[in-house]
Every structure is written in structure tokens, then in C-alpha cells.
């Protein structure tokens, strides 16, 4: 293993010593932002966020620009309750799951449009969006087929490109050990009622251990205009990765390669057809590339090459009445897979959905609602459930939620197979109901959330292993879920003027997984047992702005508990901003993905310059 460059390690080494340090009263600012007001994704009707009948995580843009990320990925590990399986850092592929949910039962969306891969969800975060070009990524628990149909059995999550409020323009220059090269532009043209943000970025690593080496590039472009009361916006983007893949599904492997290829193209239209009805329809097409090699070096030993095709389109109307909100929604799509190893299939699929949403007093509200999607492979799947929330105050919410969710079999999980793994072409759908009760509280500017759930599922789908040493797609009867969770968040500075802490946040995450499975399996019982992340803001002396994380976890497969720490500092001088980050302070060793161990500790450091 390689060790970290000096230099890097030096500078970690004295800014950690003066963490504790306290700053001048002149150097302070309110660095702590005001609350999200609004949210999208946990109900078709977009409300604020205190208003959601069900916990909903947000990660503005400030978060990202504090935290130790440089990628979606990097992103949604410091969420609480997300499960985020890194098989290869810095964007080259992660798993992402919620609440003792698998990566195949999350629904990703862009802007609200949702991203179908029917190979699998192994290429869910096939994104071409770097954390400049996001404005915040909002993360839906529990059960939400009745909004967004098949696939968001345990959760959504939801990233929305950044609107800007000025014209601008952004580079970055980034190196670290192991080889790290990153290179960033971004630039925001605003022109009267429209706007456009190009992007463009370029990451290459060699790697910490064998075939762990990445090159990834992608470009994206977002865009909107305004006119009278109609909005219309657009996005589209390409991301090219190259990455080691050693021992992402097989110990047997360990030079596997891969090669993916995503392109997408998206647009929306919002309007208002009476004073009490608006609607919006919006249509987004993805195009996926995967070739696969179990030995990079000898590519006729086993070769995979799959290409998908997904185009969804939906429409929504809702009427606002001050006895109720309703609102209308269909959908129709097609996918299409050609693949050596799947077969050549095709899909169309169409839904319709309902919901409202009533005051039952002046503070407590119900919704309900209910979704059903088919198909022309197989039987239609329903989705419904009903919220409801006593909110007497800004300060205090209290909710609860019932739901029904589903999930239809990937190609992967029906017709795969290769030495160590094997689909099974009569999987039946899944299905969960999930339920949660819960609550926020808010005390002189301190946060506190907490929340229990359940979920018991039916038929879901896991590769078992067989007598003959393979692992076989299964349905097993059941898979029961309990667990609770708790969210603080304190502003310091708020609390103190003179303190150099601007925020901590702690959250706890518990999951108790009971599964009727009677060998082994490769997901169900590889699941966080505890997860923990504290976060804390600092500002050093001479202004350096100081994020320090530390996320605890425990998973069912050897009870142990670990720790990893992550540290990011950064500095202003005018239109420039030195930054540097740290990744696994400690070195810590954990198996996270598969059998793949994660990166040791790792150093990066750069400049970023912007021009407003």
C-alpha cells in the first residue's frame, strides 16, 4: 500500500492539532443556513419540508461544499440511515440503500424524473452531476411506490440540479495520493428569464490495491426559463467510467474490469390550467453501455456487454381547493435491453396514480393515495397509503405512515449467469408494507428528530448460494425489518456568538433485519446493524473553515463495531479557495461492498477559482 505524501500529511497533522483552537470574534460569521422550506419528493404535491408526513433527509448545497465529498456517492454516505456500499471510490460504483433496504429497492431521481435501469441497480448513480452542479439531494424513507411506482420499496432519493442567481463561472484543480488527478469547470449563464449551468469534469486514480483504478469523465447541462406562469426546464449530461472491478462480485476475481457509458436527456413543463388547476409533464430518456471482464488482461475468458434503453414520461394535475389538494398523475415508458449475456427483451410499462391531501382540523392532516403500474411481461403491481400529521406549531410535528410498495425483477436478477452467479427466470415481484411514527421538536434553534419503523416483506429477491458453491435469485418469503432513528442538530454559533463550533450533528440509526431465509445469502443479513455520524463545523484561525466526521457502524455480518473519520478544510482568498480533505483519518479496515476492503486513509488538495 502505498503511503500518503508528505506534504499532505503535514498539513492534516497541524490543522488537526489546532481544532480546538478558539478564533478572534471579528473572524466569525453565521455560517449556519436557514432551513429548507420546500420539498419535492415526498408528495406529489411539493410542500414544506416541516409539512411531510414521513422523515425526509435534505443535503443542500452549502453541505456539500463543507463536507469531504467529490462525488454523489461521497455525498450520500453522511446521510443518516443510508447505506452507501462503495465498491470503487470517487464515483467509479456504489450501491445505495435505505433502511436495511437492498441497492435494487431505492428509486433514484433527477429533478424529480425518475431513472430506470432494467440491467440493474448497480448502475442507479451512473450520474453525470458533480456536487457544484446540485442544489440539494433529498432523501424520502420508507415505502413510496404509491408515489413514484415499481423500485421505491425502502426510499427515493432525489437530486436537483442548482438553479443560479447570477451569471458565474468555476475551475478546480484537485491532486492526492495514489495517483488522484481532478479537474472541474462549471459556468451559469443567466439571460433575462432563462438560465443555463454547463459543467464539465475529469477524475483518474490509480488506485489503493489491485484493479481499483478509476477514469471517469462526464459533462452536464441544466436549464430553465420562466414565462408568465409557465416554467419549462431541461437537463441532459454523458459520464464515461473506466474502473477496476476486482472483487465486486466474486473473491475468485480479482482484476475484473468494467466499462460503463450513460447518457440522459430530460425536460419539464409546468403550467396552470384554471385558477384551482395546474399540471406538469415531463419525459426523460437514459441510454446505458456495460461491458464487463472477469480478467482484465484476458478478455475471451469471460466478456459481458449489455446496452439499455429506458424513456419514461409523465404527467401530473393537481387542483388546490381549501377543503383538499388533489392530485392526478400517468405514466408510460419502454425499456429495451440487448445484452450477451441477458438476452435481447423489451418492455412497455404505464401507471396511473391518485392522492389527497385534507385538513382534518387547523393542525392535523391526512393523505391518501394509490398507484398502479403495469406491464406487458407480467401482472400489474399496486402501490397505496395514507399519512397523517398533527402539526400545532413551526416547533413541533408529529406524524405517522402506512404503505404498500413493490418491485418488479431486474433482467440482472432474471436471466444473469456466469461462473459464481446465477438469475432465475421465474422470480415473482416483490412487495413490502412499511410503516413509520415519528416526530421533530425544535428548542431555542436545536433540532431533534426521531423516528420508529417496520417493514415486512414478501417474495424479496436475494441471490442464495447452492450446493454447487453458486448464488442463485431467489424469492424469500420474508424479510422483516424493525428500527428506530434520531437526528440532533445544534447551531452553535447561534446558541454563542464567540464560539469557533458553528454546528454539530449526531445522528443514530438501528436496524433489527429477521428473515426466513434458511441458507446463505448475499444481501439480506449484510446489512447495518448501527450507524452513527457525528459532523462538526469549525472555524480555525486565520478563517480556515474546518468540516470533522465521524461516522460509527456495525453490520450483521461480524458484529463489529468501526469508525471512520473524514476531515475537509478550506480558505478564501477572494476568488480563490485552497481546500484539502482527508478520507479515513484512522485507516480504518472494513469490508463495505462485496469483498472489497475500503480505501485507507487518502489525501487530496487543490485550488478553486470563481469568477461572479
Not at 436537483?160 to 463561472?169: D, E, G, L, Y
Not at 480478467?295 to 478478455?299: A, H, I, L, V
Given at each position: 500500500m502505498r503511503r500518503p505524501s508528505p506534504l499532505l500529511a503535514l498539513v492534516f497533522l497541524l490543522s488537526v492539532s489546532v481544532c480546538s483552537a478558539l478564533v478572534d470574534d471579528s473572524t466569525m460569521v453565521d455560517t449556519i443556513p436557514t432551513r429548507p422550506t420546500v420539498i419535492v419528493t415526498a408528495s406529489r404535491v411539493p410542500l414544506e419540508l416541516s409539512s411531510v408526513a414521513r422523515t425526509v433527509d435534505v443535503m443542500q448545497a452549502h453541505d456539500l461544499q463543507r463536507l469531504p465529498v467529490r462525488s454523489i456517492q461521497d455525498a450520500l454516505v453522511f446521510v443518516p440511515g443510508v447505506d452507501l456500499r462503495t465498491r470503487g471510490p470517487y464515483g467509479?460504483?456504489?450501491?445505495?440503500?435505505?433502511?436495511?433496504?437492498?441497492?435494487?429497492?431505492?428509486?433514484?431521481?433527477l429533478n424529480g424524473m425518475r431513472l430506470t435501469d432494467p440491467q440493474t441497480g448497480h448502475h442507479q448513480l451512473n450520474l453525470p452531476l458533480a456536487p457544484l452542479d446540485i442544489d440539494r439531494i433529498e432523501v424520502v424513507k420508507g415505502g413510496a411506490s404509491r408515489l413514484f411506482g415499481p423500485g421505491a420499496m425502502d426510499g427515493v432519493v432525489n437530486i436537483?440540479?442548482?438553479?443560479?442567481?447570477?451569471?458565474?463561472?468555476t475551475a478546480s484543480l484537485l491532486g492526492g495520493d495514489f495517483g488522484y488527478i481532478e479537474g472541474r469547470a462549471n459556468a451559469a449563464l443567466l439571460t433575462g428569464e432563462v438560465h443555463n449551468v454547463l459543467s464539465g469534469q475529469y477524475v483518474q486514480h490509480n488506485g489503493y490495491r489491485q484493479s481499483t483504478d478509476l477514469k471517469l469523465g462526464s459533462a452536464f447541462l441544466s436549464g430553465g426559463l420562466t414565462s408568465n406562469a409557465t416554467t419549462v426546464s431541461w437537463l441532459g449530461g454523458i459520464v464515461d467510467k473506466t474502473f477496476g472491478a476486482g472483487l465486486f462480485y466474486s473473491p475468485r476475481f480479482p482484476d475484473a474490469w468494467e466499462h460503463t457509458l450513460t447518457w440522459l436527456a430530460g425536460a419539464r413543463i409546468a403550467t396552470p390550467l384554471t385558477e384551482t388547476w395546474s399540471m406538469s409533464?415531463?419525459?426523460?430518456?437514459?441510454?446505458?453501455?456495460?461491458?464487463?471482464?472477469l480478467?482484465?488482461?484476458?478478455?475471451a475468458f469471460y466478456r459481458?456487454?449489455?446496452?439499455?434503453?429506458?424513456?419514461?414520461?409523465?404527467?401530473?394535475?393537481t387542483g388546490t381547493y381549501s377543503f383538499a389538494t388533489f392530485t392526478l398523475g400517468a405514466e408510460g415508458g419502454a425499456d429495451n435491453i440487448v445484452s450477451s449475456n441477458l438476452g435481447d427483451h423489451d418492455r412497455l410499462r404505464g401507471g396511473v396514480s391518485a392522492e389527497i391531501r385534507a385538513p382534518l382540523t387547523s393542525n392535523v392532516f391526512a393523505t391518501v393515495g394509490a398507484n398502479i403500474t403495469g406491464f406487458t411481461d407480467r401482472?400489474?403491481?399496486?402501490?397505496?397509503?395514507?399519512?397523517?400529521?398533527?402539526r400545532p406549531s413551526d416547533d413541533l410535528r408529529v406524524f405517522g405512515t402506512v404503505n404498500r410498495s413493490f418491485r418488479i425483477p431486474t433482467y440482472t436478477e432474471l436471466y444473469y449467469k456466469d461462473p459464481t452467479t446465477r438469475g432465475n427466470a421465474g422470480l415473482l415481484p416483490e412487495?413490502?408494507?412499511?410503516?413509520?411514527?415519528g416526530g421533530s421538536l425544535r428548542i431555542e434553534n436545536v433540532e431533534f428528530r426521531a423516528s420508529g419503523f417496520i417493514r415486512n416483506g414478501r417474495d424479496l429477491i436475494d441471490y442464495v448460494l447452492d450446493t454447487g458453491n453458486v448464488y442463485v435469485a431467489e424469492n424469500i418469503e420474508s424479510v422483516n425489518i424493525q428500527g428506530i432513528e434520531g437526528v440532533v442538530i445544534i447551531p452553535v454559533q447561534r446558541l454563542w456568538n464567540a464560539s469557533p463550533l458553528t454546528m454539530v450533528q449526531w445522528t443514530v440509526n438501528f436496524a433489527s433485519v429477521e428473515s426466513t431465509a434458511n441458507a446463505q445469502t448475499r444481501y439480506t443479513r449484510d446489512q447495518l446493524r448501527w450507524q452513527s455520524i457525528i459532523r462538526a463545523d469549525v472555524t480555525l484561525p486565520l478563517d480556515v473553515m474546518c468540516t470533522f466526521t465521524v461516522r460509527i457502524v456495525e453490520r450483521y455480518t461480524d458484529g463489529v463495531m468501526r469508525s471512520i473519520g473524514d476531515l475537509r478544510l478550506q480558505r478564501s482568498f477572494g476568488m480563490f479557495r485552497i481546500l484539502a480533505e482527508a478520507s479515513n483519518l484512522w485507516n480504518t479496515n472494513m469490508i463495505e461492498a462485496g469483498w472489497v476492503p475500503i480505501a485507507p486513509r487518502w489525501f487530496r488538495a487543490g485550488i478553486e477559482a470563481s469568477i461572479y
Open positions: 467509479a460504483q456504489s450501491d445505495v440503500s435505505i433502511r436495511g433496504g437492498s441497492y435494487e429497492q431505492t428509486t433514484v431521481l436537483i440540479p442548482r438553479v443560479p442567481t447570477a451569471s458565474s463561472s409533464v415531463a419525459g426523460l430518456y437514459r441510454t446505458n453501455t456495460d461491458e464487463f471482464l480478467k482484465r488482461d484476458d478478455p459481458n456487454t449489455h446496452t439499455t434503453h429506458s424513456a419514461t414520461v409523465t404527467a401530473l394535475a401482472a400489474p403491481g399496486i402501490g397505496y397509503g395514507a399519512d397523517l400529521q398533527w412487495n413490502a408494507i412499511t410503516a413509520e411514527v
